[in-house]
């Protein structure tokens, strides 16, 4: 693209101006005829970093100092500033992960005419992350983009991806679960869905922002291997697939605050992890301008507040010409990359809602996780006549609040989608008697939590709900619990006396559709736990993350955050998170990550690796064979672990390297192949400061879940 617009620039150089409008107006040409929307897509190149790069350095020297301060704060809450001058136009910003949050109104600001009619509400991500799907998180994102296309939205602010260290997190259900490498691998799909319609990907929040417990006031202590191995790794995945945006988190890290921090920005994400795009801070969450300009921050939103008097900061040569000019020139290269000029709605794009609908329901279909099926409870049996409703979330849909709110259109209660399935087998109490739960042949009840944004919830249910569901397990053997929650719960008062437990978290707008056809047995559930869920709280790895004498019951308040003095949360479990922490304290959970049941059954068998004994660049293919030797088709989850049991170092007894998401017909099996590299071998070695792969013994172990190991073998790196 630079090589066709080399000779207009020269020309035009002198008569600076001019050339902008035209400029711009090539670089959206494709965007602003009429062409079909497949068109488009098969169009929508981003520019190279140094395509971009060029266009940005001629735009940034036709800039006067005013317009460049200008730009590195965030106009209205939501927008990159318009520099009409320049022909740079504004640039709209929405979140997030789940689907186009509509906001008519921000605080004082109105912005209803930027606002899509209606948006898709689809599943949590953590959701998606239990779908265990790659591809459908491509898909999932697509749609996701496409309707930014459709409101004229530049900026997607998402995904977001900080890791599930602890249950209690308000956020939790926002991101892809508590393994970095699951997590990397449905992130690197998602940023490609996104930006394949042009549509900027911005992933959050960097980094180590794992609790929402007075957020802006909590210093995440924690190393750098640990970093490395567990909260970067998602990150890395967004930038190698080319994600043009990032934003910083709230938090500290290791007493200075992420959004400013030369250590976080500069050294971790640019130099080590090799991000070239736009970084943006969260909203208010940074407060001193010279750091911020010097630490690899370029954009600060909702507007400049540390940056308010970037005027004076130069004048006092506390802050550079130089600085802002790389602030700039970074925002500049992601507008001109990703084409942002003029984006406009676009509503051809509502013609695909429908199929974006239908993503989501797939989504949830593959990402319902069935914890407990005694005596095959479910599916429903045709005899069953009368079956008890009852829970808090079947009349209106459980959804996680905060930013990434989307209210959806076409919501599916609870209430009507088992109606649909069963008829007047259904019948619905809100506060049924013991009698009435006697009396009953099934019982479904729904329990739930109201995660959201900005505080986090106790991992025990709300005590009238728990009192709820014992109730209908101690008075009724064919209790089957519905749990719609955005993170893990405590279930240990009831689980053993449930005859089934189906997690169906936030499933958005169609996810009560399919959770209706698993408990009617049309669709077959395949999704696991991307997350461990204990048995109590104490067992986790981040128990006591709050300080000592603090409670989560007292609710977030504004005046309390800003009062309070920063807090440390030591990450003390280092790279010990998750199914890594209770396998090496040997703590049972109560459901172990990757665990999920099918209605069919699965066998393993024939594992074969390439190579038994292997020299770093060799790459390593592992078979072996998937049967369904049950009687109904299904999709299971084959997933494979490493462990290095000849180190130097402390490492987890599991770290998972690859899993695959297999459709098997009844009596069939499939070969299913899985790629190591020296990567997967390697942990971060903070002396070097890069991964290393030690030398040794390692074992390769292919599983149905973390804990349920079907198969093993020995390799040895010489
Ligand atoms: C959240 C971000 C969000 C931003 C804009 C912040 O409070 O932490 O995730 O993108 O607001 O809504």
Redesign the pocket.
């Known amino acids: 693209m630079y090589k066709q617009l080399k000779p207009v620039l020269s020309y035009f150089r002198s008569k600076r101006l001019i050339i902008l409008p035209l400029l711009v107006s090539l670089i959206s040409y494709s965007y602003l005829t009429n062409q079909s929307l497949q068109q488009q897509k098969e169009q929508f190149q981003p520019l190279t970093f140094e395509q971009a790069d060029k266009i940005a350095d001629s735009v940034l020297k036709l800039m006067t100092l005013d317009e460049k301060i200008a730009l590195i704060g965030g106009d209205r809450?939501?927008f990159l500033r318009p520099l009409p001058r320049l022909n740079l136009t504004e640039v709209y910003?929405?979140?997030?992960t789940q689907g186009v949050?509509i906001?008519d109104k921000?605080r004082d600001i109105d912005l209803s005419a930027y606002q899509l009619e209606r948006s898709t509400a689809f599943p949590c991500p953590l959701l998606l992350a239990a779908t265990w799907n790659a591809d459908l998180s491509y898909k999932y994102a697509e749609a996701v983009g496409e309707e930014c296309r459709a409101g004229g939205i530049g900026f997607l602010?998402?995904p977001?991806m900080n890791i599930y260290r602890h249950s209690q997190c308000g956020?939790n259900f926002?991101y892809f679960g508590e393994d970095p490498f699951l997590a990397a691998r449905m992130i690197e799909k998602y940023v490609k869905g996104v930006q394949s319609t042009g549509t900027v990907a911005?992933l959050?929040?960097f980094a180590a922002?794992n609790t929402d417990y007075y957020?802006r006031k909590s210093n995440s202590i924690v190393d750098e291997r640990t970093l490395h191995e567990i909260y970067l790794p998602a990150f890395e995945g967004g930038i190698d697939a080319g994600a043009a945006a990032l934003?910083t988190?709230?938090n500290l890290i290791n007493g200075e605050w992420c959004g400013q921090s030369e250590f976080v920005i500069n050294n971790i994400l640019r130099k080590q992890l090799g991000f070239k795009w736009l970084v943006m801070t969260?909203?208010?969450?940074v407060y001193d301008g010279e750091k911020l300009a010097k630490s690899g921050q370029d954009l600060e939103?909702?507007f400049a507040i540390a940056l308010k008097d970037a005027h004076l900061l130069i004048n006092e040569g506390k802050v550079k010409a130089a600085d802002i000019d790389r602030m700039v020139k970074s925002i500049l290269r992601t507008y001109f990359a990703m084409k942002l000029n003029d984006r406009k709605k676009e509503p051809a794009y509502l013609e695909k809602f429908g199929d974006h609908e239908l993503i989501a329901l797939q989504t949830a279909r593959e990402g319902v996780v069935l914890l407990k099926n005694e005596d095959n409870i479910l599916p429903l049996k045709n005899e069953v006549k009368n079956i008890l409703l009852t829970g808090d979330y079947v009349e209106k849909l459980a959804v996680g609040g905060?930013?990434?709110f989307v209210d959806g259109y076409n919501n599916r209660l609870m209430l009507d989608e088992l109606k649909k399935e069963f008829g007047d087998r259904i019948n619905f109490v809100k506060d049924p008697t013991p009698e009435q739960i006697k009396s009953a042949e099934i019982v479904l009840c729904n329990v739930g939590t109201e995660d959201r944004?900005?505080r986090d919830r106790p991992f025990e249910l709300p005590e009238e709900q728990e009192q709820k569901v014992i109730s209908c397990v101690r008075n009724n053997p064919n209790t089957i619990v519905i749990v719609t929650s955005g993170s893990g719960i405590r279930m240990t008062n009831w689980n053993d006396q449930a005859k089934g437990i189906i997690y169906a978290w936030y499933g958005g707008q169609t996810g009560n559709k399919a959770l209706a056809e698993i408990i009617s047995g049309k669709i077959n559930p395949s999704g696991k736990l991307p997350v461990t869920i204990e048995k109590e709280f104490k067992d986790s790895p981040a128990y006591r993350y709050i300080p000592e004498g603090e409670s989560l019951y007292t609710g977030w308040n504004a005046e309390v955050e800003k009062s309070r003095s920063v807090y440390d949360v030591h990450y003390k479990e280092g790279v010990f998170v998750g199914y890594r922490w209770y396998e090496h304290k040997n703590i049972e959970p109560l459901y172990p990550f990757g665990y999920g049941l099918s209605y069919t059954n699965f066998e393993y068998s024939n594992l074969n690796v390439s190579t038994e004994k292997f020299n770093e660049n060799d790459a390593i293919v592992v078979s072996f064979t998937v049967k369904n030797s049950g009687d109904k088709e299904g999709m299971e989850i084959a997933q494979l672990y490493i462990q290095d049991i000849e180190c130097s170092i402390p490492r987890p007894v599991k770290e998972l390297k690859g899993f695959q998401k297999v459709n098997v017909e009844p009596g069939q099996s499939k070969t299913l192949q899985l790629k190591l590299n020296k990567k997967d071998f390697s942990f971060w070695n903070p002396a070097t400061k890069n991964w290393f792969a030690e030398k040794g013994k390692f074992i390769i172990y292919i599983g149905s879940s973390s804990r349920d190991i079907k198969l093993k073998k020995e390799i040895d790196l010489l």
């Open positions: 809450s939501f910003m929405a979140d997030a949050h906001r921000f602010l998402g977001g956020r926002e911005t959050k929040h922002n957020r934003m988190s709230y969260d909203w208010w969450s939103m909702p905060g930013a990434a944004e900005g």
